[in-house]
T-cell receptor
């Protein structure tokens, strides 16, 4: 079975500092990885997916199959980045649409 | 984008009663929807896959007779928590893909269930 681990429950940085939210996964196949974000009092929304290889709101994430990681990075954090971030995995094949979530990381960006 | 709504946003019920939660795709059709459960300060856990016109498929450990799912139309899935008990109190969230077969999910705002 697949598993997603986000080792940090809380992460605090100052505005303008780089930020990295860690995500590791365990799965023997070829998964699809996502980052979802939940701002205060809002629903979960997609931030990034690894197959898109794009930068959203200054965030990037690279899938490292050797290290089974999908860390989320931003070079200069902004206060509006404060939110809960979830890393999620889809196992592919017949399990399309099903997501396995990590425990989430609360990011706080201080002014 | 695609919008998914849930109703009600919160509900309080007495132990032993049943509660129905609706999940609607507002601007697209969804042959498949997913139901998640989130305990306080914990992650989302997939409960079941709701399939339009056929039976739902449940994840291991989820009681299908406790959590009844009906996907009667291409825009509506319902989750009924039957004979609710305090341990069923949780945040229930649904999701749907914009197109069938897509992994990217659009999430509803969630429903807070409190069983007294």
């Amino acid at each position: 079975a697949q598993r997603v681990t986000q080792p940090e429950k809380l992460l605090s940085v100052f505005k303008g500092a780089p930020v990295e939210l860690k995500c590791n996964y365990s799965y023997s196949g070829s998964p699809e990885l996502f980052w979802y974000v939940q701002y205060s009092r809002q629903r979960l929304q997609l931030l990034l997916r690894h197959i898109s290889r794009e930068s959203i709101k200054g965030f990037t994430a690279d899938l490292n199959k050797g290290e089974t990681s999908f860390h989320l990075k931003k070079p200069f954090a902004q206060e509006e980045d404060s939110a809960m971030y979830y890393c999620a995995l889809n196992a592919g094949g017949t399990s399309y649409g099903k997501l396995t979530f990590g425990q989430g990381t609360i990011l706080t960006v201080h002014p | 984008g695609a919008v998914v709504s849930q109703h009600p946003s919160w509900v309080i019920c007495k132990s032993g009663t049943s509660v129905k939660i609706e999940c609607r795709s507002l601007d697209f059709q969804a042959t498949t929807m997913f139901w998640y459960r989130q305990f306080p300060k914990q992650s989302l856990m997939l409960m079941a896959t709701s399939n339009e016109g056929s039976k739902a498929t449940y994840e291991q450990g989820v009681e299908k007779d406790k959590f009844l799912i009906n996907h009667a139309s291409l825009t509506l899935s319902t989750l009924t928590v039957t004979s609710a008990h305090p341990e069923d109190s949780s945040f229930y969230i649904c999701s749907a893909p914009r197109r069938a077969g897509w992994n990217e999910q659009f999430f509803g705002p969630g429903t807070r269930l409190t069983v007294l």
